[in-house]
C-alpha cells in the first residue's frame, strides 16, 4: 500500500429518472483500499438502501461513451449532454436514472488525485485481502461444523 495512508472519497448526489418523476440521494464512494471500485449506494425514500459496486473506470469510460456490460452500464444522456446515464439491472426490475456529468467528473478527478490511473495497483494489500478471506472462510467452516447448528 502507497505510504500517503487511507483515504475514503464521499459525495452525495442526486439521481433523477429518466422520465424526471422520481428522485433519489446516492453516496458515489471510493476507498482507496479497494482502488479499482466505486460505491454507489441508493437512498430510497421509505425502502431500505441500495448498495452497486462497479469498476471507477467504467465511471470514467461511461462521461464520453456508453459503457459496461452485466448489471451496471453508464453513458452519456441522448438528449442532454450536461447529464450522464446510468442503467442499473437486476433479475427483477431495471432503472435509468441520470446524474449531472460536472459532479460525476469532479469526483472522478477526486478519486484520481488520492490514487492516480495505472497506479491503483500499488494501492492492493493483497496480504490483508488474504488474511480477511481465509479468517472468513474460517467462520464459515467453524460455523458449518457447529452441533448446535439447526
Not at 418523476?21 to 425514500?45: C, I, M, S, W
Amino acid at each position: 500500500m502507497s505510504s500517503q495512508g487511507h483515504t475514503r472519497i464521499s459525495k452525495l448526489f442526486v439521481f433523477t429518472s429518466v422520465s424526471g418523476y422520481a428522485q433519489v440521494e446516492a453516496d458515489l464512494r471510493y476507498d482507496t483500499t479497494d482502488p479499482y471500485a466505486v460505491t454507489a449506494l441508493f437512498h430510497p425514500v421509505g425502502a431500505d438502501e441500495v448498495r452497486w459496486v462497479f469498476a471507477r473506470d467504467l465511471l470514467e469510460q461511461g462521461l464520453v461513451r456508453w459503457a459496461g456490460e452485466g448489471d451496471v452500464r453508464i453513458g452519456p444522456d441522448m438528449k442532454d449532454p450536461e447529464l450522464t446515464g446510468v442503467e442499473l439491472i437486476s433479475p427483477s426490475s431495471r432503472a435509468l436514472l441520470t446524474v449531472p456529468t460536472r459532479q460525476v467528473a469532479e469526483f472522478l478527478n477526486e478519486t484520481y488525485r488520492a490514487v492516480p490511473p495505472g497506479a491503483q495497483e500499488q494501492w492492493l494489500d493483497l496480504d490483508s485481502q488474504l488474511e480477511r478471506f481465509l479468517a472468513l472462510s474460517a467462520r464459515i467452516l467453524k460455523d458449518k461444523r457447529s452441533p448446535n447448528r439447526p
